[in-house]
């Protein structure tokens, strides 16, 4: 049974972070990741906070961790609604584990 994987990232200026001059090798990973995700038919939910605020505040989980941790707990990541990473986005390996999909190929960090 696949694990149902909801991402809540920063305020980001787009829904991706790809975007602007510093691009981050660590979201270029994430987005390949999801993307790949994707067309394995698997859904990866993405927040961005600057977009949907009001998402923040109506999940439990993630608004109790806010409440506890502040702001600096983003990017928080929900697998089957616990928190199952926050600070900083699963690895490719996790990712690997809670999906069922093999992402070896990408390259992992």
């Given at each position: 049974m696949m694990k149902k994987i909801e991402i809540f990232d920063p305020a980001m200026c787009c829904p991706t972070g790809l975007c602007g001059t510093n691009i981050?090798?660590?979201?270029?990973?994430?987005a390949v990741v999801i993307e790949t995700l994707k067309k394995q038919g698997i859904t990866?939910?993405?927040h961005n906070l600057r977009d949907e605020p009001q998402v923040?505040?109506?999940?439990?989980v993630v608004n109790d961790y806010l409440q506890k941790y502040g702001a600096e707990a983003l990017p928080i990541t929900l697998?089957?609604?616990?928190?199952?990473v926050s600070k900083t986005y699963p690895t490719t390996r996790q990712m690997s584990e809670w999906s069922g999909v093999n992402?070896?190929?990408?390259p992992v960090k």
């Open positions: 981050s090798t660590e979201l270029m990973r994430i990866v939910t993405r923040y505040v109506t999940n439990q697998v089957d609604g616990e928190v199952a992402l070896e190929f990408i």
